[in-house]
């Protein structure tokens, strides 16, 4: 397991890393084996605030959460916890569906990385997003949006391996963006 940890002004003491080890000890029981587990922790102090943004790579799916609070322990208890919230109703959703289909639960996504550019234009560029893009269907495109929190999800469809896009529409339902060629 790779846990990276580090703070936006503020330096993370040694009593810091230990309860962020400590909390991210009881996330791991959910998964098996240590080699593609990878968690990223960025600390922060914004005013009052101590800000804590966890993201979790394990068997190639992504988990995100970020909290604020008046104590940055809070703050690392706070996004435990909605971590672990995900991480079981994501266990959930994939053994219900693996059930109904009569599979075995596997799980294979990609993670992503995003690096930050600057544009000296009216229109900027202020974020840009890398990711490894992999074949699933259209319900484990919807499954992994959900998971990240977004309203849209780039995929490379299994059936037609095409980039497709999911989204979540106004109404709540989903709508699939194709190709047209």
Do not use: C
């Not at 703050?75 to 919230?85: G, H, N, R």
């Not at 053994?95 to 289909?101: C, E, G, I, K, P």
């Not at 999800?153 to 299994?158: I, K, L």
């Amino acid at each position: 397991m790779k846990i990276q940890v580090h703070g936006d002004n503020i330096s993370v003491t040694s009593a810091l890393q230990e309860y962020v080890d400590k909390k991210i000890g009881r996330l791991t029981r959910y998964f098996e084996g240590e080699a593609d587990k990878q968690i990223h922790v960025t600390m922060a102090v914004e005013g009052t605030y101590h800000r804590v943004e966890m993201t979790v790579h394990v068997h190639g799916v992504i988990f995100r959460a970020e909290e604020k609070s008046q104590d940055m322990y809070a703050s690392i208890d706070l996004v435990t916890d909605k971590l672990e919230e995900q991480v079981h109703r994501y266990k959930q959703k994939l053994n219900r569906r693996f059930r109904a289909r009569g599979l075995r639960t596997q799980i294979r996504h990609r993670g992503w990385s995003d690096d930050i550019l600057d544009v000296d234009e009216d229109l900027r560029v202020v974020r840009v997003k890398r990711f490894p893009i992999k074949p699933m269907d259209v319900e484990e495109a919807i499954m992994q949006m959900d998971l990240l929190g977004h309203d849209f999800f780039v995929f490379t469809n299994a059936e037609t391996e095409e980039v497709n896009v999911v989204y979540r529409r106004k109404r709540g339902d989903y709508g699939l963006i194709e190709p047209q060629g």
